[in-house]
């Protein structure tokens, strides 16, 4: 069996997985070969692995075999070196306990010589047998030792205090490798039969999980400080987040980022049948009346159970993202796939970690009007009307909003074709002040046949205090009848707006010139039977 040692060259990023392609080469003599691929990690998917190769050897490739490897130490190298760290602290910590354990033998010896000699000396002085010369010689030695004891014991526990904070550390660190790289991987097992000596250059691409990348955005709109709106641009830097914690590092390596679906690809949809029914009722409940028999009790039916839906849980927003300058990555379409590749080598360790790369930096032009529906904000909204001019899919991910240099906050970003049409908002408009007012509210006193007539009337008021000419869309709505007795009309609108939709939604299209003011009026009537107890009247 030959050994190969390879590294990571390419790697094509999905959404929910990688597919990561490794290269080596090896001088091999004539014959049947077979050539150990080691250390391939656990995310790994066996069925994937396929091997390639070429060089100056003649040879046919017979098979690849993939087999778990177990070990007696994990075989990475971070590990290793730090499992020879705390291998190496926890003997200085031993050796720092045994002087400890001799320091505290010295000072015990120290006390119980102070007691006999205590004991000893007393005597003697009683009897006239000791001077008291000796005794202080005595108990300064005994003082001498215990002091020298303590010291030892005070010092080693600030270094085995400092030991111990730096194990935990260590054996964290490790803890969070081991789980991702255990002692287990694969290898894989390339047979070859060479006919022609040479050097064979071989190839070896597999499928991992646990490795996606999603799309981020920093849009940057700027806005030409002259009359003409067509000069505003919005700069879309277009970034891939790539996460992975496949049990190995991806280092220098050609990164691809694709919008492919593999987990998709092979799933063929086919619908099952639907069918409706009448609920059943449910069965009697029965319940035994004081002093009497069982009776059956009426009870509310049970509510028909509701489909669920798991729409995921909302990406949590990133910080602003500082712009840098970075290459272009080239886009490259296959089938119904697009795919980025990136023109610089990327490194992304397993930690799980976000590591950003650029895609793009797309310049585009906007159309710049207005939105305002006052009765639920008194505020001016910019937006802006773009289409994708690019040649870049733009992929559902944040966006990071930054309007004159200001960050206005995270706003969801839809997935954009290009040349396809999109809208953005760019947050409110303060130079374009809005103000709403009920003007009128009236309940005739006289019924008309027996029904009650209100009159209500709203006027809107809108400023335009930029120095030139905008678009404005200003929305509101008059209540909907869900009851055939109750009658809504809109009496008057001034000026008449462009739409009324079936939801009872009114919308004008303003065009307001600089220093400019508009007022919508609209007045609505409802009735309903005098008797009828109505819900929602404004």
């Given at each position: 069996?030959?050994?190969?040692?390879?590294?990571?060259?390419?790697?094509?990023?999905?959404?929910?997985?990688?597919?990561?392609?490794?290269?080596?080469?090896?001088?091999?003599?004539?014959?049947?070969?077979?050539?150990?691929?080691?250390?391939?990690?656990?995310?790994?998917?066996p069925d994937s692995v396929r091997a390639a190769g070429g060089g100056t050897a003649q040879a046919a490739l017979l098979g690849v075999e993939v087999r778990r490897v177990y070990f007696a130490e994990t075989p990475v190298a971070e590990i290793q070196a730090l499992e020879r760290q705390i291998e190496d602290l926890t003997t200085q910590d031993k050796a720092l306990a045994d002087q400890a354990d001799a320091a505290t033998v010295r000072a015990g010896f120290a006390r119980g010589l102070s007691d006999k000699?205590?004991?000893?000396?007393?005597?003697?002085?009683?009897?006239?047998?000791?001077?008291?010369?000796?005794g202080a010689v005595l108990i300064d030695f005994v003082q001498q030792q215990l002091a020298q004891a303590q010291s030892i014991l005070r010092d080693l526990a600030v270094q085995r205090q400092m030991l111990q904070r730096q194990l935990a550390k260590l054996n964290n660190d490790l803890q969070a490798r081991r789980s991702a790289q255990p002692r287990e991987r694969y290898s894989a097992f390339v047979e070859v039969e060479v006919t022609q000596p040479g050097e064979l250059a071989i190839e070896l691409t597999y499928m991992v999980s646990q490795a996606r990348w999603t799309a981020l955005y920093d849009l940057r709109f700027d806005e030409a400080q002259d009359a003409a709106a067509k000069d505003a641009v919005l700069q879309v830097s277009y970034l891939g987040q790539v996460t992975q914690s496949t049990g190995e590092d991806w280092?220098?390596?050609?990164?691809?980022?694709?919008?492919?679906?593999?987990?998709?690809?092979?799933?063929?949809?086919?619908?099952?049948?639907?069918?409706?029914?009448?609920?059943?009722?449910?069965?009697?409940?029965?319940?035994?009346?004081?002093?009497?028999?069982?009776?059956?009790?009426?009870?509310?039916?049970?509510p028909a159970p509701q489909a669920k839906f798991d729409v995921g849980a909302m990406p949590e927003a990133e910080p602003p993202y500082q712009e840098m300058?970075?290459?272009?990555?080239?886009?490259?379409?296959?089938?119904?796939?697009?795919?980025?590749?990136?023109?610089?080598?990327?490194?992304?360790?397993?930690?799980?970690?976000?590591?950003?790369?650029?895609?793009?930096?797309?310049?585009?032009?906007?159309?710049?009007?207005?939105?305002?529906?006052?009765?639920?904000?008194?505020?001016?909204?910019?937006?802006?009307?773009?289409?994708?001019?690019?040649?870049?899919?733009?992929?559902?991910g944040q966006a990071n909003l930054f309007v004159d240099g200001d960050f206005i906050g995270t706003l969801p970003f839809e997935r954009v074709a290009p040349n396809e049409e999109f809208d953005l908002a760019l947050g409110v408009d303060d130079r374009v002040v809005v103000t709403r007012e009920l003007k009128a509210r009236e309940v005739d006193k006289k019924l008309i046949g027996d029904r009650r007539r209100i009159r209500v009337a709203y006027e809107i008021e809108v400023q335009?205090?930029?120095?030139?000419?905008?678009?404005?869309?200003?929305?509101?709505?008059?209540?909907?009848?869900?009851?055939?007795?109750?009658?809504?009309k809109l009496e008057a609108a001034d000026p008449k707006p462009i739409e009324q939709t079936e939801l009872n939604e009114l919308i004008w299209k303003l065009s307001l010139a600089a220093k400019a003011k508009q007022i919508c009026r609209f007045e609505f009537t409802i009735e309903h039977p005098a008797a009828m107890q109505v819900m929602g009247l404004p």
């Open positions: 069996m030959t050994s190969l040692t390879t590294a990571i060259a390419e790697v094509v990023v999905f959404a929910d997985r990688a597919r990561v392609t490794r290269r080596g080469s090896i001088a091999l003599e004539t014959g049947v070969h077979s050539i150990e691929v080691a250390n391939l990690p656990l995310a790994l998917q000699a205590t004991e000893q000396l007393a005597r003697g002085l009683a009897f006239g047998r000791a001077e008291i010369d000796r280092l220098n390596a050609a990164l691809t980022l694709s919008t492919a679906r593999p987990a998709l690809a092979t799933i063929k949809p086919e619908l099952t049948p639907w069918y409706i029914q009448e609920v059943p009722p449910p069965p009697p409940v029965m319940r035994q009346a004081r002093g009497g028999p069982m009776l059956a009790a009426a009870v509310m039916p049970a300058a970075a290459r272009t990555a080239t886009v490259e379409g296959s089938g119904a796939t697009v795919t980025f590749k990136l023109a610089q080598s990327v490194s992304v360790p397993s930690d799980n970690s976000p590591h950003k790369v650029n895609i793009a930096a797309i310049s585009l032009t906007p159309k710049l009007d207005y939105l305002s529906v006052p009765k639920l904000a008194e505020a001016v909204y910019r937006r802006a009307t773009i289409t994708n001019r690019s040649e870049y899919l733009l992929l559902p335009n205090l930029r120095d030139r000419t905008i678009d404005l869309d200003v929305r509101d709505q008059l209540p909907v009848s869900r009851h055939e007795q109750i009658k809504v």
